[in-house]
């Protein structure tokens, strides 16, 4: 599975993501990630009803779900113009102290027409007085360019929204990068220096890789 993501092959992940579902395979923290990665790229109505239900089962039976996976999850749900359950993903992460978390709670402001709470957001970031110890917030470009273009319409905000962008770049804490790039970026794992979504998978029954395992069944 891990490989077909790392190929692009997104509908013959899911195929193997199901049949790992129907054979009753457990996920393990990892799995969780490949998973919802796969239904945000897939992005459709039917992918986030596979990634509900995996989430909704993970919280069943008790698993920890990653800050990561929870993120593909709220991204999924934007993508698919469902802001209430995104904004309901993202208040149980435990700890959304991350650029993408960062980002994803501004678009969920963004497509909930919160858009004074989302001023008082960026507000908060672009203040100048903070302590250079003090991890500052960072936004997408293209984040803030959607913002841009909600606000165009309301000439308050916009003269206000104009001030806080040139402050944030003042400050530095305007980035290039996509949200889709933030998400699916590939921190190494501090121990074996894999990359997260290309760690290889493993069947606890025969020791091979799951995906060839769940392909040869």
């Given at each position: 599975?891990d490989?077909?993501?790392?190929?692009?092959?997104?509908?013959?992940?899911l195929?193997v993501?199901?049949?790992?579902?129907?054979q009753?395979v457990?996920?393990n923290?990892?799995?969780?990630v490949?998973?919802?990665?796969?239904?945000?790229?897939?992005?459709?109505?039917?992918?986030?009803?596979?990634c509900?239900?995996?989430?909704?089962?993970?919280?069943?039976?008790g698993?920890?779900l990653?800050?990561?996976?929870?993120?593909?999850?709220?991204?999924?749900?934007?993508?698919q113009?469902e802001?209430?359950k995104?904004a309901?993903?993202?208040s149980?992460?435990m700890?959304?102290?991350?650029i993408?978390?960062?980002?994803?709670?501004?678009?969920?402001?963004?497509?909930s027409?919160?858009?004074?709470?989302?001023?008082?957001?960026?507000q908060?970031a672009?203040?100048?007085?903070v302590?250079?110890?003090?991890?500052r917030?960072?936004?997408?470009?293209e984040?803030?360019?959607?913002?841009?273009?909600?606000?165009k319409?309301?000439?308050?905000?916009?003269?206000r929204?104009?001030?806080?962008?040139?402050?944030?770049?003042?400050?530095g804490?305007?980035?290039?990068?996509?949200?889709?790039a933030?998400l699916?970026?590939?921190?190494?794992?501090r121990?074996?220096?894999?990359?997260?979504?290309h760690r290889?998978?493993?069947?606890?029954?025969?020791?091979?890789?799951?995906?060839q395992?769940?392909?040869?069944?």
């Amino acid at each position: 599975m891990d490989m077909l993501f790392i190929k692009g092959k997104y509908e013959s992940a899911l195929e193997v993501l199901i049949e790992m579902k129907n054979q009753d395979v457990r996920f393990n923290h990892d799995s969780y990630v490949l998973a919802f990665a796969i239904c945000y790229k897939l992005n459709s109505p039917e992918s986030l009803k596979i990634c509900t239900t995996l989430r909704e089962d993970a919280l069943i039976k008790g698993d920890i779900l990653s800050r990561r996976a929870c993120c593909f999850a709220v991204a999924l749900a934007l993508n698919q113009n469902e802001a209430a359950k995104a904004a309901s993903i993202f208040s149980q992460i435990m700890n959304p102290e991350s650029i993408t978390c960062t980002n994803l709670n501004v678009m969920i402001h963004l497509q909930s027409n919160m858009l004074e709470p989302l001023m008082e957001i960026l507000q908060g970031a672009a203040k100048g007085n903070v302590s250079q110890f003090v991890k500052r917030y960072e936004f997408s470009e293209e984040v803030l360019a959607k913002v841009r273009e909600k606000v165009k319409d309301v000439p308050s905000l916009t003269a206000r929204f104009d001030e806080l962008y040139k402050k944030l770049h003042v400050h530095g804490q305007v980035t290039s990068y996509t949200l889709d790039a933030l998400l699916c970026h590939t921190p190494r794992d501090r121990r074996s220096h894999t990359p997260l979504l290309h760690r290889r998978k493993v069947s606890q029954r025969t020791l091979q890789p799951l995906s060839q395992f769940l392909l040869a069944e």
